[in-house]
């Protein structure tokens, strides 16, 4: 049965720092009011999006979705790449009508944002204030956005959001450091990176690695989507000297059944945070390039 995406300003895009539990149920928090769930999703120009919840929080409707939009098989593969997912959440937030996105995700710690070449260790977060993509993904269906209004990338991530996540991200015991800002690298998907791959990125600038955020960020700038993320490292990047602190998936899967809970509660108090006093200033608005639909002139 067809569904027609509610109306909502706010939305969350969970990742794997929550994967571990049911959002927000888990959460068992009396402020968050589970309205409705979309186990179908919603048809998008992409194909059709995994399944989303709207929330009220602070009064306000937030769409939310697990793992960054992927679906997962029987096997446990995702069906659809990541950058594919990404175009079916946005599809949903444009015709939702947000206008400010939180997201969240687990990384690898390639190095400190304050002491180049230190090691960022497991529990560590970093706000991300800039991401690099070293690789294109194939296209996937018809460009969002906008031809008269072309989308810049100074300042890829809400400077008014990155705050509330910050202040706090700082409140959270857990949190063994809390960074702002951090550079995110988007890795290929489908398998981890090599050791020779994460020297490459850490003299490249990269403070923590993934594979999703470089798929959302441009096109929540394209759509006029205030955005920002939080990444909790996870593990050390390949190669650093400290090891992997799970080298067996119970290791792994301790970890995340531990930091679901905390994560989702700093996601919402930041979000709340932003809904009952506002965002805060950003420049996100000032970076576009206007009319160029005007061009190529006809005849050039």
């Given at each position: 049965m067809a569904s027609t995406v509610p109306d909502a300003k706010y939305a969350l895009i969970g990742g794997s720092g929550t994967w571990g539990m049911r959002f927000p149920e888990d959460l068992g928090r009396d402020d968050v009011e589970l309205v409705e769930v979309f186990d179908e999703g919603f048809e998008t120009s992409y194909g059709r999006s995994i399944g989303f919840k709207l929330l009220r929080v602070a009064g306000e409707h937030v769409l939310r979705t697990a793992m960054h939009g992927v679906r997962?098989?029987?096997g446990g593969f995702p069906v659809e790449p990541p950058w594919v997912a990404s175009h079916q959440?946005?599809?949903?937030?444009?015709?939702?009508?947000?206008k400010w996105a939180l997201v969240e995700g687990s990384v690898g710690g390639i190095q400190s944002p304050d002491d180049p070449g230190r090691p960022l260790p497991p529990w560590s977060v970093t706000i991300t204030d800039d991401f690099m993509m070293l690789w294109s993904p194939s296209p996937c269906g018809p460009p969002l956005g906008r031809r008269d209004k072309v989308a810049r990338y100074k300042e890829p991530f809400c400077a008014g959001l990155r705050r509330a996540l910050f202040a706090r991200s700082l409140r959270e015991p857990q949190f063994a450091a809390v960074y702002d800002p951090g550079v995110y690298v988007c890795a290929p998907a489908g398998r981890f990176e090599s050791a020779v791959e994460i020297q490459a990125f850490a003299h490249l600038g990269a403070h923590t690695v993934g594979q999703t955020l470089g798929h959302e960020a441009p096109l929540m700038r394209q759509l006029g989507i205030h955005f920002a993320s939080l990444n909790i490292v996870s593990n050390h990047a390949e190669?650093?000297?400290?090891?992997?602190?799970?080298?067996?998936?119970g290791g792994m899967g301790d970890f995340y059944a531990t930091c679901a809970p905390i994560v989702g509660n700093v996601m919402v108090d930041a979000l709340k945070h932003v809904i009952s006093e506002g965002p805060g200033a950003c420049n996100c608005d000032s970076y576009f390039l206007d009319r160029l639909d005007a061009f190529p002139v006809p005849g050039a």
């Open positions: 997962y098989g029987d959440v946005a599809s949903v937030f444009r015709d939702a009508g947000v190669g650093a000297d400290e090891g992997w602190s799970g080298e067996d998936a």
